[in-house]
Protein backbone atom coordinates (compact mmCIF):
# COMPACT_ATOMS: atom_id res chain seq x y z
CA UNK A 1 0.00 0.00 0.00
CA UNK A 2 1.51 3.59 -0.76
CA UNK A 3 0.58 6.28 1.49
CA UNK A 4 -0.46 8.76 0.27
CA UNK A 5 0.92 12.73 0.58
CA UNK A 6 -0.88 15.68 0.90
CA UNK A 7 -0.27 18.79 -0.24
CA UNK A 8 1.13 20.98 2.93
CA UNK A 9 -2.09 23.46 3.55
CA UNK A 10 -1.80 26.84 4.70
CA UNK A 11 -4.06 28.15 7.25
CA UNK A 12 -5.55 31.82 6.80
CA UNK A 13 -2.80 33.05 9.53
CA UNK A 14 -0.08 31.86 7.02
CA UNK A 15 -1.42 33.42 4.47
CA UNK A 16 -2.25 36.69 6.14
CA UNK A 17 1.48 36.67 7.26
CA UNK A 18 2.73 35.87 3.86
CA UNK A 19 0.84 38.86 2.88
CA UNK A 20 1.88 41.14 5.12
CA UNK A 21 5.35 40.69 4.43
CA UNK A 22 5.14 41.00 0.40
CA UNK A 23 3.18 44.36 1.06
CA UNK A 24 5.90 45.40 3.87
CA UNK A 25 8.72 44.27 1.24
CA UNK A 26 6.70 46.16 -1.49
CA UNK A 27 5.97 49.41 0.55
CA UNK A 28 10.22 49.31 1.43
CA UNK A 29 11.10 48.80 -2.00
CA UNK A 30 8.79 51.51 -3.58
CA UNK A 31 9.59 54.33 -0.68
CA UNK A 32 13.33 53.86 -1.45
CA UNK A 33 12.29 54.22 -5.06
CA UNK A 34 10.21 57.72 -4.82
CA UNK A 35 12.74 58.87 -2.51
CA UNK A 36 14.97 58.62 -5.21
CA UNK A 37 12.76 60.10 -7.59
CA UNK A 38 11.93 62.74 -4.99
CA UNK A 39 15.82 63.53 -4.72
CA UNK A 40 18.17 62.37 -6.86
CA UNK A 41 21.11 63.87 -5.09
CA UNK A 42 21.08 62.05 -1.82
CA UNK A 43 25.08 61.43 -2.05
CA UNK A 44 26.67 64.61 -3.34
CA UNK A 45 30.32 64.34 -5.17
CA UNK A 46 32.60 67.25 -4.87
CA UNK A 47 35.10 67.50 -7.93
CA UNK A 48 37.73 70.44 -8.68
CA UNK A 49 36.63 72.38 -11.87
CA UNK A 50 39.69 74.25 -14.11
CA UNK A 51 39.39 77.35 -12.08
CA UNK A 52 40.84 75.37 -8.84
CA UNK A 53 37.26 75.60 -7.19
CA UNK A 54 35.37 72.78 -5.36
CA UNK A 55 32.36 72.35 -7.34
CA UNK A 56 29.19 70.24 -6.83
CA UNK A 57 26.69 68.84 -9.61
CA UNK A 58 22.68 68.38 -8.80
CA UNK A 59 20.24 66.71 -11.15
CA UNK A 60 16.56 67.66 -11.45
CA UNK A 61 13.93 65.59 -9.97
CA UNK A 62 11.02 64.68 -12.14
CA UNK A 63 9.22 68.02 -11.06
CA UNK A 64 12.08 70.31 -12.68
CA UNK A 65 13.18 70.74 -8.68
CA UNK A 66 16.72 70.89 -7.32
CA UNK A 67 16.62 68.48 -4.05
CA UNK A 68 19.44 67.76 -1.97
CA UNK A 69 20.66 66.40 1.07
CA UNK A 70 22.82 68.54 3.40
CA UNK A 71 23.52 69.72 7.12
CA UNK A 72 23.07 72.42 8.95
CA UNK A 73 25.19 72.84 12.26
CA UNK A 74 26.72 69.14 11.79
CA UNK A 75 22.68 68.29 11.23
CA UNK A 76 21.28 65.97 8.29
CA UNK A 77 18.82 67.74 6.47
CA UNK A 78 16.96 68.11 3.00
CA UNK A 79 17.29 71.44 0.79
CA UNK A 80 15.46 72.78 -2.16
CA UNK A 81 16.84 74.94 -3.99
CA UNK A 82 14.66 78.31 -4.26
CA UNK A 83 16.67 81.11 -5.75
CA UNK A 84 13.21 83.48 -4.96
CA UNK A 85 13.62 82.71 -1.17
CA UNK A 86 15.52 85.67 -0.17
CA UNK A 87 16.87 83.73 3.01
CA UNK A 88 17.40 80.15 3.92
CA UNK A 89 13.72 79.13 4.92
CA UNK A 90 13.34 76.19 7.55
CA UNK A 91 9.87 74.99 8.95
CA UNK A 92 9.28 75.51 12.30
CA UNK A 93 9.19 71.75 12.79
CA UNK A 94 12.64 71.34 11.61
CA UNK A 95 13.91 74.18 13.01
CA UNK A 96 12.62 72.73 16.34
CA UNK A 97 15.00 69.67 15.98
CA UNK A 98 18.00 71.12 14.96
CA UNK A 99 17.69 73.80 18.21
CA UNK A 100 17.55 76.85 16.40
CA UNK A 101 16.65 79.90 18.52
CA UNK A 102 13.95 82.59 17.24
CA UNK A 103 14.75 85.97 17.11
CA UNK A 104 12.90 89.03 15.81
CA UNK A 105 10.07 88.26 14.21
CA UNK A 106 8.77 89.34 10.55
CA UNK A 107 6.22 88.90 8.29
CA UNK A 108 6.59 86.72 4.83
CA UNK A 109 4.83 86.44 1.48
CA UNK A 110 5.45 83.19 -0.16
CA UNK A 111 2.87 81.46 -2.73
CA UNK A 112 0.87 80.09 -0.23
CA UNK A 113 -0.04 83.76 1.47
CA UNK A 114 1.39 85.97 4.23
CA UNK A 115 3.01 83.95 7.47
CA UNK A 116 5.42 84.94 10.48
CA UNK A 117 8.65 83.97 10.34
CA UNK A 118 11.55 84.54 12.94
CA UNK A 119 15.40 85.62 11.94
CA UNK A 120 18.24 83.54 13.49
CA UNK A 121 21.79 82.47 12.32
CA UNK A 122 22.76 79.30 11.18
CA UNK A 123 26.66 78.63 12.54
CA UNK A 124 27.24 76.28 9.62
CA UNK A 125 25.25 75.25 6.58
CA UNK A 126 26.31 72.63 3.88
CA UNK A 127 26.04 71.12 0.52
CA UNK A 128 28.17 68.43 -0.34
CA UNK A 129 31.75 70.56 0.18
CA UNK A 130 30.53 73.70 -0.08
CA UNK A 131 30.09 75.17 3.29
CA UNK A 132 29.62 78.98 4.87
CA UNK A 133 29.61 79.88 8.06
CA UNK A 134 26.89 82.75 9.76
CA UNK A 135 24.22 82.60 7.30
CA UNK A 136 21.08 84.72 8.02
CA UNK A 137 18.17 82.31 7.84
CA UNK A 138 14.31 82.38 8.71
CA UNK A 139 11.74 80.00 10.72
CA UNK A 140 9.26 80.06 9.05
CA UNK A 141 5.65 78.94 10.72
CA UNK A 142 3.97 78.27 7.55
CA UNK A 143 5.98 75.60 5.82
CA UNK A 144 4.57 72.26 6.29
CA UNK A 145 6.92 70.22 4.52
CA UNK A 146 10.29 68.68 5.05
CA UNK A 147 12.37 70.34 3.36
CA UNK A 148 14.75 73.48 4.02
CA UNK A 149 14.08 76.06 0.92
CA UNK A 150 18.24 77.23 0.43
CA UNK A 151 17.85 80.61 -0.64
CA UNK A 152 19.75 83.50 -1.35
CA UNK A 153 21.15 83.79 1.56
CA UNK A 154 23.49 80.90 0.92
CA UNK A 155 23.19 80.54 -3.16
CA UNK A 156 24.47 84.37 -3.70
CA UNK A 157 28.00 83.16 -2.43
CA UNK A 158 27.96 80.52 -5.45
CA UNK A 159 28.91 80.75 -9.03
CA UNK A 160 25.63 79.08 -10.06
CA UNK A 161 25.40 77.24 -13.94
CA UNK A 162 22.37 75.58 -15.05
CA UNK A 163 22.36 73.14 -18.40
CA UNK A 164 20.02 70.99 -19.26
CA UNK A 165 18.73 68.96 -16.26
CA UNK A 166 21.99 69.74 -14.36
CA UNK A 167 22.95 72.39 -12.04
CA UNK A 168 26.55 73.06 -11.54
CA UNK A 169 27.35 75.13 -7.70
CA UNK A 170 31.01 76.35 -7.22
CA UNK A 171 32.56 78.49 -4.82
CA UNK A 172 34.58 80.74 -6.25
CA UNK A 173 38.00 81.21 -5.57
CA UNK A 174 37.80 84.46 -3.24
CA UNK A 175 41.95 85.13 -3.90
CA UNK A 176 41.17 86.04 -7.63
Do not use: C
Request: proline share 3%; aromatic share 6%; charged share 15%.
Amino acid sequence: MDKQVNPPTFNTFTIAVIWIALLGGASFFFDDALEKINNPNQTITTHVNPLGEQEIVLKQNRQGHYVANGQINGQDVQFLLDTGATNVAIPEHIAQRLNLKKGMSHKTVTANGTSTSFMTKLDSISLGSLEMQNVQASISQGMQFDEILLGMSFLKHLKITQQGKLLTLSMPDQNN
